[in-house]
């Protein structure tokens, strides 16, 4: 009953009916429920048993038509963990990094203090030399280490190698191609941000390559983002 219950509720948020018994159709014949023709490789009989199934429903095909989300977005903490929380849980790794470290409350005050622009649901940011980290944009402690360690791997890419140098692809496209993994993020970073720093470096007057920068910094986030995650490369 969990599987049918479970497709129930995922049925009514998507305007469809509840999970039925339902009469599957070979080749040579179809059901009268409105389901989505089937073509099965099963002798040409006149069914092939009873299934739990549901109708696909006008409504179901408009919402369908819109395109659904493959991840729920994130929110806003609903109670924002506070700067000195914040400066508390990442005190010890602050002291082993040589890059100066900052918390702020907004990300209104980072973005004046650093004297860039920044997205509102901006976490985290290293700009010349420096990190940033926004508490109202950060839920809890162990999201503001993931952020710091995110942060850290831009600042040490920075230091050792020049952004948009050939060194600096040549190593990126190395570890990308290496690992299906980083592979994975870096696309849907593309999908997810791609079109934003495209227009991030038109407004920048960016005279470059466009997709070969967007393509590496892809490539960059996903490293980061397991950096921070602590997760296997």
Known sequence: KIVPNVANDILKKL???????????????????????????????????????????????????????????????????????????????VDRISVPVKVYETTEEMAADFGIELAGDTKGVSHKGRIGLVASNIADTLDAQRTLWHEVFHAGLRQVTKIGSKEYENELQRVALANGNIRSRAALWRENFGDDYRETLRSFGFKGDIERAVRLASFEEAIADLSGANAEL
């Open 15 to 93: 305007g469809g009916e509840k999970v039925k018994e339902t009469e599957l159709a070979t080749k040579e014949s179809d059901t009268d429920a409105g389901l989505a023709a089937m073509q099965f490789d099963a002798p040409d009989t006149a069914a092939v048993g009873m299934q739990k199934g549901f109708d696909i429903t006008p409504a179901m095909k408009e919402k369908a038509a819109g395109g659904l989300p493959m991840f729920k977005p994130a929110t806003k903490p609903t109670t924002p963990i506070s700067v000195a929380a914040i400066q508390k849980s990442i005190a010890k790794a």
